[in-house]
């Protein structure tokens, strides 16, 4: 919002604040006109009458210079999109409080120049002009709440930001009394103070008819009745609406939506608490993101919805092993960011053909990674994903400049779960299985084909799997006691 707009709507719901209330007052005096005692009717001359209007010409004349000044000097930091100093902090948070303090002050000068005027009226004239000054300090305060409570509700949110110190706004339930003050209690005192100065001929002669003035009340008490309902239910029911709104947004997955806070009441804790709990949930998310990329969707999943013990289970899953073959001499005659380049290169093929078959990379062991289909999450045909993935890393892996690699597939029993201490453990899988697949990758490396797999895991796959494996060879591997049957990607695969 430029500075211009908002002086000029400052300035204008100040102004008509007291040009409404003036209006009030006059509505509810005149009816009253020929209808109190000799000693209080000069307070209902045409003289009196006269110097009011006079009076509040310059009131509203001080409402739109303090508005026009407030915001060019205590304000003009919001306007120019500066941090606010201490002192402009306070003055904006004062604002409210201040504005309504400067349009008392102008209705209790007025009050003392009529009574000055009106002084041969006395006591009765004194206190009847005291009364219609309050009630037209109360009811044009009011006005100005409404009016310019949106106005500056920005401005105020954006000085309250950050902040902290002793909350000094009515809360939900003072709000209410006000609100029943102002509807109800003092609009039932008017009448019955009416009714009683009648009956007793106390400034309204008993002779006098107060019908008229009566129904004036009323209906001005029902105008101010309404404006103060929607001054108490609009800062009520706005920042409320706005949670509801901010919910939906985070509702559909806009995590970084945040409310204004302008207020410190239960309204303005109403905010704070929700912008707090969508900066959790953001965090929560970002850790979960983060979590995930370390040990996979799936099991960052899991872990999010179990209590954390390190139990796990025994189930059949195949499981993939993948290494480089010649890392080491790679490191020794290029610069650690060209290793780090191929490396890179290379976890992503893995990384993307894994997940293309919903698997899981279970470890990335430097230059190696060892995938398990089938865990966490079940899966019938885990064995044929991992011999079908192996066929399409098979193709792409020999794109890789620099470096040979070897792969290997096995299947049968793991124990699936986490393994370590109570406050650090790792999803892993554990058996024959998986030492198996690690022996038959540093085979492979010494193959054309780069790639081998076990007579359990083919057992374990579909027919259509099979047809692109042919036998290869029968022996030991390297720290085993069982002699293997291994099998490799038919040429035509």
Known sequence: MTARRLQVRYAVALGFAQVMAAGEVTAIVLPLRGE???SAATVFSTRTLVAFIVLMVPAVVAAV???LVTVSSSLRWFTSGEKPSARQRRSARNLARNQSAMVMATWAVAGVVLTAINSQGGVQAALLIATLTLFGATTSSGAALLFAQRTVRPVVAAATAGSTGRDTTPGVLARL???????????????AVLVLMRSSGWIIAKSGSIEIPILVLSLVSMLVGLRGMMVVSLSISDPVHEVVDAMAQVGHGRIDTTVSVYERSEIGRLQAGFNRM???????DRLRDLFGRHVGADVARRAASETGSSDGEVREAAVLFVDLVGSTRLAQTHSPAEVAEV??????????AVDERHGLINKFQGDAVLAVFGAPLLNDRAASDALTTVRALQAALRRLPLVDFGIGVSAGPVFAG???????YEYTVIGDAVNEAARLADRAKTTPERALCSSSALAHADDAERAHWAPHASEVLRGRLTATQISAPAPSA
């Open 36 to 38: 109190t005692v000799a």
């Open 65 to 67: 210079a303090y508005a």
């Open 177 to 191: 009394l006000l609100m029943w003050l102002m509807v109800s209690a003092l609009p039932t005192l008017g009448i």
């Open 418 to 424: 986490n393994i370590g201490a109570e406050h650090r």
């Open 343 to 352: 490396l890179n290169h290379f976890f992503q093929i893995v990384v993307a």
């Open 278 to 284: 969508v900066a959790g949930l953001a965090e929560r």
